[in-house]
Each structure stands twice: as structure tokens, then as C-alpha cells.
């Protein structure tokens, strides 16, 4: 495996292929609470093509954790998918046993998690955990695996990895362990990392370093990735394609010079109202209210009580999901 | 191998080479802090144990009858042969002492090792899977947790007979469900932590998530669990053998001298007393090892 380090590269989406990779149709999910069945994700559909990357934003609580867990199975206890379809490679993921899903998690779909001092285990080396995800994934044991533990280390750019084998969690830096994290992640050759908030517990220095490698990775790997993230600023960054989720549902999604360009939703443009820009000295823009508790959901449109341009229609009943330039869709009444 | 050069990022200081270290530095660090009166008494009980066979100055089982009732060595009439005294039938107490601690270590060792591997493979389980098989596991707990287990065990050993193993199987069970909690309690900690989910990733089947990943976690816990109920399981035996139904004599028990000595406290004190002693003694340092253990190994209060 050769190690590619990240490098300036034209921007992905010349690479981008037609006959998507992955498939998301109708995905519902629903937490068993206290106060009775909550759905936290509604009727989620969209696609990622072979190689390209996607971008899930939204506010806390918004269903993209939650998206991500449910792609990978990796959701608590207490909640359960309701509805819908997770195609890849023209099988129903949903439809899979756990022993059959095994072949999928890790070998065909990964994931890189938000927290990456919670993400190792803090009881074994470096070695150890990648080593393991080595021999569980291409079954090599001995010299072999770690041999190919290095390559995995050196292709995340740690430095000296043959020394940091023998280290511990806590002997690392939050940006090193997000780093094992990825090379654990990517031990079983991934076609599709999904990456939940990975750079949101870094500094923003280490935060551009490791989105640069980030995208050095998807060079070296072909890798199609979901990013998922509240920082507009990362999606302009890095993806091709941007999601825009709000309680639940996808709100918008398209094109990401498109949605930067002419967002439709009044929520999206609320978001990129409230990214700060360089040079101005105005105040930030803020969302009025709180996002809605899932618990209580009112009729109409989940965003209308803190839209700025509901009207009564917004309020009575659920929009539909606008078509609007090639591959641009806004869940809104009003958009244009 | 091509490698493109990035910045590099700030990593950690690589840790200044360990120099080497002699056995008993590291030995005195790791035991620092810690009660070194219990640990060394500790220490001697268990070396005591092992060699109880070629150290007792007399067969402890059969007695000299000439020599019945001698008061230890210090007191009027007493020989400095018979240390600590004679029983009744003549027994050496000291040789008794000394096989008894074997026979107490023994006992709560085993049915520690029984009651803590069957306690933590449920308790991982209850934790792990939730559902019905944590409702069936805590419900098995709340009930034997609520039988007066004194007389449980009472009864038990009246109906099989008292052996050594009834009796270690009999106090294994006992001991599960304290186990079983705690784990579980662990558990359902340990198995929301994103580690445990980038072990999924990495392909691990739940069963190595279980044992592998979520078990080591779980470690420090059950060592100081262990320690400090070793002495409650050293009392429980002595308390079943002084009832009667411990230990089957003439296998000599703390508990069963006691109980011997205890018709004769005011002209024989030395029967009892003594094993009372060494029972106080090593009960007291495995509980001070165990609240030590427990100081040392909590994270929580290591950070501070």
C-alpha cells in the first residue's frame, strides 16, 4: 500500500461518477423513550456516488449522527430503523443478518467518530487495535500484520510508527489518535468512510491538517465519504455535495456550489447567514428559537415557527420535497 | 514507498527513555502508599499457607492426651514446644493456626474465583444485551439477594453434607449477584464509549467485544471486589464452621477451633483466642489492602 500524503488536488468533483455507490431511501428511525416513540430520522433519502463526498450539516440533534450510526449499525439500544432502504451495491444492508453485515462494516462501508479521545481503548497499545482491526479484516498475523499496522500508521502520516506501536492512547495527541483512529478505520480497504464530526474535538490548526490528509486518503483509497458536520465552512472545504438536515429530515440538498450559491431553504440560508466571513465587523446572524423537540411535533413544517418567511400554509401542513435545478431539492413550501 | 511531505504536526514529546529500573524500585513504587503492616502480614499468611506442611511444629491433627490443655509458651506450666498452647485432645494450637490458614485461603480463593467468574460473565451479559436476558439475570439476582442466605446455607450443608466442595460451591453462589451488578453497572458504562463502537468497526464479533473489549475495562474493579470480600468470605467460613457445617473436621478451621475452645474461655482462652486472632488480623488487612486497592486503582482519584 503505497502512502499517498495529502497534496492539492482539483476539486473532486471531476472524478465524480454517475451510478451512485450508496443508496438512501426513506430512512426512519425511531428512539424508544420515556415519552413514548420519538422518530429522530424521517423518510432521510440521498445518494453518494463512487468517490465523491458528501456533507451532512446541521444543528445538534438534527438526525446526522444518528444517519451515520444507522448506516453502520452502530445505533443504541433503544432505537430501531422503522422504515426504508440502505442499498449498496444492489443489496438491502437492512435485509442483512449481523453475521452477514459483518462483511459489510469495516470492509465496505467505515466510519471515523467524533470523539477521538474516547475512540481508542485506553487499556491497549496502538499496536494492539490496529493490529487487531488487521488481523480481523485481511486475516495476516504476526510480522505480516504488522508490517502492514506501520503501512496503515505511515499512510495516516504518523510519525515514527514503528515507535508508536508500543505507544498508549494517552500518550498521543488528539490529532494522532484521530489519525489511528482513520488507519483503524481503513485496515479493511473501505469503499465509503463515513466521517461523523471527526475535526470537531481538534484545534483548528490540527483541524486543517487533518482534513488535508483527510482528502489525501480519498485520493489513495478511491474513497467515497460521507462528511458529516455543523461547520459550513468544512463543506465548502471539502465536499462535493451537501445534505442540509433539520429535525430529522433533509431539508435541502445538491450541489455545494449550488446551495452556497443559491440556497432555496430558509434554513440553509440561515445557516450560511451565520457562518462568520473574513473582513466583516457586522454582528453574527442567529437563528431565532430552538430547534423543535422531536417529543411534541406540531403540524406543518417542522422549521415554520422559527422562519422567517412561513406563512399559513407552512404551518398547517408538511412540504413536500421540491425538485428544483438538476439534482437540487428543497423540503419547503415557499422555495425558489 | 512515495511519501508526501506535510507539516508536521505537534505531536507529543516522545517520553524521555525509562532508565532502567531495579526490581525492588519498581516494587517500592508500586506498593507506595499502601498499608505495608497488612500487606507484609498479608504476605506472611499466604507464605505460611504454602508451606504449612514443613513448617507446623506438630501434626496438627492428632494430639498428644498427655499434653492436653497446656496454656501458651509464656504462661505458668506452659512449653515452649506448644508455642500458643494445646486444645483439648492435645492438638498443637499454632500447627492448627497454621494448617487453618491454608484451609481459609483455600475457601476464599475458590469461591471467590467461582462466584466472581459466574457473577462477571452474567453481569457482561446483563449489561451488554439489555433486554429480557438482563430482566431474567437482575431478577435471579433480586431474589437470591433477598433469601435470608445464612440459612440457605445452613440448610445446604445439612442436606448434602459438609465438604469441602459443597462448601466452596455453596459460597460461590453466594457470591454472584454482588458480583453480577457491579459488572453489569460497568458495563452499560463501558459499552456506550466510542471505542467500543470503533471495535465494531474494526470487525470484531460480540463476543470479542465482550471479552476483548468491554471485560479488561472492568478489571480494577473486580480486583478490589475480590480483596475485600476475601475477608468477609474468610469470616462467612469461620462462622459455617462454628456453626458446625464449615469445614468437616478434624481438618482444623478457624472458625471450628473457636468454636472447640468455647465451652472452656474461662480456664482455656488460648483454645479460642488465638484463631480469633489470626482471623481478626488477616481479615482487618485485607480489608485495608482492598480500601487501598481501591484508592489506587480508581482513575477518578488517581487524576487528583
Request: glycine share 8%; net charge neutral; hydrophobic share 45%.
Amino acid at each position: 500500500m503505497n502512502a499517498h500524503g495529502p497534496s492539492p488536488s482539483p476539486h473532486p468533483s471531476a472524478r465524480r461518477s454517475e451510478a451512485p455507490l450508496l443508496e438512501v431511501r426513506d430512512l426512519t428511525v425511531e428512539f424508544k423513550t420515556r415519552h413514548g416513540e420519538v422518530r429522530a430520522l424521517d423518510r432521510v433519502s440521498f445518494d453518494l456516488r463512487a468517490g465523491e463526498t458528501l456533507g451532512i450539516v446541521g444543528e445538534s440533534g438534527s438526525g446526522k449522527s444518528v444517519t451515520a450510526r444507522s448506516i453502520m449499525r452502530l445505533l443504541p439500544r433503544n432505537a430501531r430503523v422503522t422504515g426504508g432502504e440502505i442499498r449498496y451495491d444492489g443489496r438491502d444492508l437492512l435485509t442483512l443478518s449481523d453475521r452477514e453485515f459483518r462483511g459489510i462494516r469495516g470492509k465496505a462501508i467505515s466510519m471515523v467518530l467524533q470523539d477521538p479521545l474516547t475512540s481508542l481503548n485506553p487499556v491497549f497499545r496502538i499496536g494492539w487495535q490496529v493490529g487487531e482491526a488487521v488481523t480481523i479484516q485481511q486475516g495476516l498475523r504476526g510480522a505480516a500484520r504488522d508490517a502492514r499496522s506501520v503501512d496503515l500508521l505511515r499512510g495516516v502520516n504518523i510519525p515514527a510508527p514503528e515507535i508508536r506501536l508500543h505507544n498508549y492512547p494517552h500518550e498521543m495527541s488528539g490529532g494522532m489518535r484521530q489519525r489511528v483512529v482513520s488507519a483503524t478505520a481503513l485496515a479493511g480497504n473501505p469503499r465509503i468512510l463515513i466521517c461523523d464530526e471527526p475535526t470537531t474535538a481538534l484545534d483548528a490548526t490540527i483541524q486543517a491538517q487533518f482534513l488535508n490528509l483527510l482528502r489525501g486518503l480519498q485520493e489513495a483509497y478511491g474513497l467515497a465519504i460521507i462528511f458529516i458536520t455543523h461547520d459550513f465552512s468544512v463543506v465548502a472545504e471539502m465536499c462535493d455535495r451537501v445534505a442540509v438536515m433539520y429535525s430529522g429530515q433533509i431539508r435541502e440538498r445538491g450541489d455545494v456550489f449550488e446551495i452556497f450559491d443559491h440556497p432555496a431553504h430558509p434554513y440553509t440560508r440561515a445557516l450560511l447567514a451565520s457562518v462568520p466571513k473574513l473582513g466583516e465587523t457586522e454582528r453574527l446572524t442567529t437563528i431565532p428559537g430552538q430547534p423543535p423537540s422531536s417529543a411534541n411535533k406540531l403540524p406543518g413544517c417542522a422549521f415554520a415557527p422559527r422562519c422567517p418567511i412561513a406563512d399559513s400554509v407552512c404551518h398547517a401542513s408538511e412540504p413536500p420535497d421540491m425538485a428544483l435545478r438538476d439534482d437540487h431539492t428543497s423540503l419547503c413550501w415557499r422555495a425558489q | 514507498m512515495q511519501t508526501t511531505k506535510t507539516a508536521p504536526e505537534s505531536t507529543a514529546p516522545d517520553l524521555p527513555a525509562a532508565p532502567a529500573v531495579s526490581l525492588a524500585t519498581r516494587l517500592r513504587r508500586a506498593l507506595r502508599g499502601a498499608p505495608l503492616p497488612a500487606v507484609a502480614f498479608l504476605a506472611l499468611v499466604l507464605g505460611v499457607a504454602l508451606l504449612a506442611d514443613l513448617i507446623v511444629p506438630h501434626d496438627p491433627l492428632t494430639g498428644d492426651l498427655r499434653a492436653y490443655s497446656l496454656p501458651p509458651a509464656w504462661k505458668a506450666g506452659g512449653s515452649v514446644s506448644y508455642f500458643l498452647g494445646t486444645d483439648l485432645l492435645g492438638r498443637d494450637i499454632l500447627s492448627r493456626i497454621i494448617m487453618g490458614a491454608r484451609i481459609s485461603l483455600i475457601v476464599a480463593a475458590a469461591s471467590i474465583a467461582l462466584g466472581g467468574v459466574l457473577g462477571t460473565v452474567l453481569g457482561l451479559l446483563a449489561g451488554h444485551f439489555g433486554g429480557w436476558i438482563d430482566e431474567v439475570i437482575m431478577r435471579l439476582v433480586d431474589t437470591q439477594l433477598s433469601l435470608p442466605s445464612l440459612l440457605v446455607a445452613l440448610v445446604a450443608l445439612v442436606v448434602f453434607g459438609s465438604s469441602f466442595t459443597v462448601l466452596v460451591i455453596l459460597i460461590g453462589v453466594w457470591l454472584w449477584p454482588n458480583y453480577a451488578r457491579i459488572v453489569r453497572g460497568e458495563t452499560l458504562r463501558i459499552r456506550r464509549y466510542d471505542y467500543i463502537s470503533l471495535a465494531r468497526i474494526a470487525g470484531c464479533s460480540t463476543w470479542r467485544i465482550l471479552f476483548v473489549h468491554e471485560l479488561p475495562g472492568i478489571y480494577n474493579t473486580l480486583i478490589v471486589m475480590a480483596t475485600l470480600q476475601a475477608g468477609w468470605v474468610i469470616l462467612l467460613e469461620g462462622s459455617l464452621s462454628y456453626l458446625g457445617v464449615g469445614v468437616p473436621p478434624p481438618t482444623p478451621s478457624w472458625g471450628s477451633m473457636i468454636a472447640e475452645g468455647r465451652g472452656d474461655l474461662a480456664s482455656a482462652w488460648w483454645i479460642s483466642m488465638f484463631p480469633g486472632l489470626a482471623m481478626l488480623a488477616t481479615v482487618l488487612s485485607l480489608n485495608l489492602l482492598g480500601d487501598w486497592l481501591r484508592r489506587t486503582l480508581d482513575p477518578k482519584q488517581v487524576n487528583q
